[in-house]
């Protein structure tokens, strides 16, 4: 068993040391570019460092799968198919945003153990709010139990539709068909996106991207508050897995439909 609780201190405490205190105040030399649109800041970096030293002493036997170690050392994900625990952390989720000064963003850890999620928390460090989830034992938020928005059809569902490293022909096909549903802006940031999913301020959301680091957590959180989320082709979303597309939806009829509607047969 896991300490629920000691876990979300440990986040909360590192996101105060390593993140608040940066949060508008960035200087050019506290980012670099991993890639194209891809940046990183010395409060990504400080916070896995962070948490890769804490989090595999309370869990013995566990080890680290970051987002930083894995983009300087693409083996280190292939830790998620052993046996052993895993800790899967994304220091810094949104750090666009947190470069711009913008407040979507998140710090999402998730325990994953022969290839399934069995825990999960997602911090916001501006609020101070963690959601936290535990297989089996439902989704929370600071003591509150999270559910998903009620399902209802295709057109009067609230979502964000992010087109963001869609497919050229998915992308256009999505772009087609925004005005079939309630389309919302992406906030650009998946922890925040669970988070209104889980508190019922958006019916849906979508990715192509499936980093587990982006997403393990965050789709047992949703489940746990009763939603349904799959890869686009139907199949069951896994922590190991590497690219595919995700929808989440308020239960399996409304996801069904809601694929149906934005990226099925013309």
């Excluded at 830790?79 to 625990?85: A, E, T």
């Excluded at 997602?122 to 034992?137: F, K, N, Q, R």
């Excluded at 919302?184 to 301020?201: D, I, K, N, S």
């Excluded at 590497?242 to 099925?264: C, F, Q, V």
């Amino acid at each position: 068993m896991i300490d629920i609780e000691r876990v979300s201190a440990l986040i909360a405490e590192a996101a105060a040391a390593e993140i608040v205190p940066r949060f508008g105040k960035l200087g050019v030399d506290d980012v670099r570019a991993k890639g194209p649109s891809d940046p990183v800041t010395v409060a990504d970096l400080a916070m896995e460092r962070r948490l890769t030293a804490a989090l595999p002493g309370l869990l013995p036997g566990s080890t680290v799968v970051g987002e930083e170690a894995v983009s300087d050392d693409a083996l280190i994900h292939d830790r998620l198919d052993g046996d052993d625990p895993v800790w899967v952390i994304d220091p810094l989720d949104g750090t666009t945003n947190f470069t711009e000064g913008r407040p979507a963003i998140a710090v999402i850890v998730a325990l994953v153990r022969h290839g399934r999620t069995v825990a999960g928390w997602i911090h916001d460090p501006l609020s101070g709010a963690t959601a936290t989830v535990e297989e089996g034992a439902g989704a929370w938020l600071d003591g509150k139990r999270l559910s998903v928005a009620p399902p209802t059809d295709p057109p009067a569902m609230i979502g964000a539709l992010n087109f963001k490293y869609f497919p050229d022909e998915l992308r256009e096909r999505l772009k087609a068909r925004r005005d079939r549903v309630n389309a919302v802006r992406p906030l650009f940031c998946a922890g925040q996106e669970y988070l209104r999913l889980t508190r019922a301020e958006i019916h849906f959301a979508q990715f192509w991207r499936i980093k587990p680091w982006d997403h393990a957590a965050g789709v047992l959180l949703h489940c746990e508050a009763g939603g349904h989320a799959a890869r686009i082709n139907g199949e069951p979303y896994r922590p190991t897995d590497r690219e595919g597309g995700l929808l989440l939806a308020p239960d399996e009829a409304s996801w069904r439909a809601l694929n149906h509607t934005l990226l099925g047969p013309a």
